[in-house]
């Protein structure tokens, strides 16, 4: 396997990976207000995923200086034709994270209350904005032979990519609903069971819509393993979640967003990148990728970072693994600031 395929595969994996952990953080955005029915068990519902939501904000940061390190024309063409999605998924990105910093700074029901829903509307935008723009790649836009787009703001948004957006959301509230059930106690614990168990249908029948869609669109006849593996486990988490399996139902979770995130790039290979001008303008791996030198010395690099932010986030994982109940600080006191701040991005890297 040449060094470009390998770098295809590793940014596929940055990309599944960002979604299998930042997806439950959106999950448990969205859903704070409503499994906290006041600000103690909001406050909890965030807590949660204090110490985790900006390391897990690190694969999103590596996915896209990967894609710019790795392969220059897709990075190129990629950034400029989603420019407006991509100015808004940072503007949402950057709300969320200010509202964790500054939800709990004053004693205010309607300072909180403001800040909670930028967390929840912020905690929606991006994950669909992002859903939409993997589906653009595969749906295809109109790039001409100089790998330029030539379309409108207009042309980002189709049925299929919109579709795909959704489907992340889907996947993103029941994620987030069975990690809060696995991670809280309590009145939260018991309301984010009765979301799980709504959103746990909705989402699988998403996902095999999307299979389904996603097969048509690719010429193909029957799916392969990994979007057969998306709707088994998406399947799997709505049994699951009725039988109140959570820790199984939150792996399954993780299965079908790491299995239907992989379904866009094996759709795509070895492509990366459809025009829908004309398929001899698709950018491939291979005319879009960096020097053979490049690569090298980039693998050399990754082969000795990416383990160290293994084990750096699971650290992190294992350290903040306890459940929470009642308040996070009368359980944890050790997380009060953590929750509001979380493990430094840059020392993840």
């Not at 999950?27 to 103690?40: I, K």
């Not at 392969?71 to 190129?76: D, E, K, N, Q």
């Not at 034709?81 to 964790?100: H, K, M, Q």
């Not at 998406?234 to 009725?242: K, W, Y």
């Amino acid at each position: 396997m040449g060094l470009s395929i390998f770098w295809f595969v590793l940014v596929a994996l940055f990309w599944t990976g960002f979604f299998v952990l930042e997806g439950f953080d959106f999950g448990v955005g969205m859903l704070h207000t409503v499994v906290g029915r006041n600000d103690e068990e909001r406050q909890l519902a965030l807590d949660s995923i204090g110490p985790l939501w900006d390391g897990n904000e690190v694969w999103l940061i590596v996915a896209g200086a990967s894609m710019f390190a790795a392969f220059p024309g897709w990075y190129a063409t990629m950034f400029s034709a989603l420019y407006l999605p991509l100015v808004l998924i940072l503007v949402a990105l950057i709300l969320r994270g200010v509202s964790f910093e500054y939800r709990d700074k004053r004693d205010s029901s309607r300072w909180r209350q403001t800040w909670s829903t930028l967390m929840t509307v912020s905690s929606l935008v991006a994950p669909l904005l992002i859903g939409v723009g993997l589906g653009d790649l595969l749906h295809g836009l109109p790039i001409d032979s100089q790998q330029e787009f030539t379309g409108t703001p207009l042309d980002l948004v189709s049925p299929y990519s919109l579709f795909v957006g959704v489907t992340i959301v889907a996947l993103c509230v029941v994620h987030g609903a069975t990690f809060l059930a696995l991670k809280v106690d309590g009145p939260v614990r018991a309301r984010a069971h009765t979301i799980a168990r709504a959103s746990g249908p909705v989402a699988a029948l998403a996902v095999l819509g999307y299979v389904i869609w996603t097969q048509t669109l690719i010429g193909g006849v029957l799916p392969g393993l990994v979007p057969i593996l998306a709707i088994l486990a998406a399947l799997s988490t709505a049994l699951l979640v009725q039988r109140r399996l959570e820790g199984w139902a939150f792996a399954s979770t993780t299965v079908a967003m790491a299995a239907s995130v992989s379904t866009i790039f094996l759709s795509l290979y070895p492509r990366v990148m459809v025009s829908s001008t004309n398929p001899a303008y698709d950018l491939t791996i291979q005319n879009t990728s960096s020097s053979s030198y490049a690569l090298t010395v980039m693998t050399i690099f990754a082969a000795v970072l990416f383990p160290l932010v293994l084990v750096y986030q699971g650290w992190t994982y294992y350290v903040f693994r306890r459940r929470l109940g009642g308040t996070a600080a009368s359980k944890l006191p050790e997380q009060a600031g953590a929750s509001r701040r979380g493990p430094s991005p840059v020392a993840g890297l």
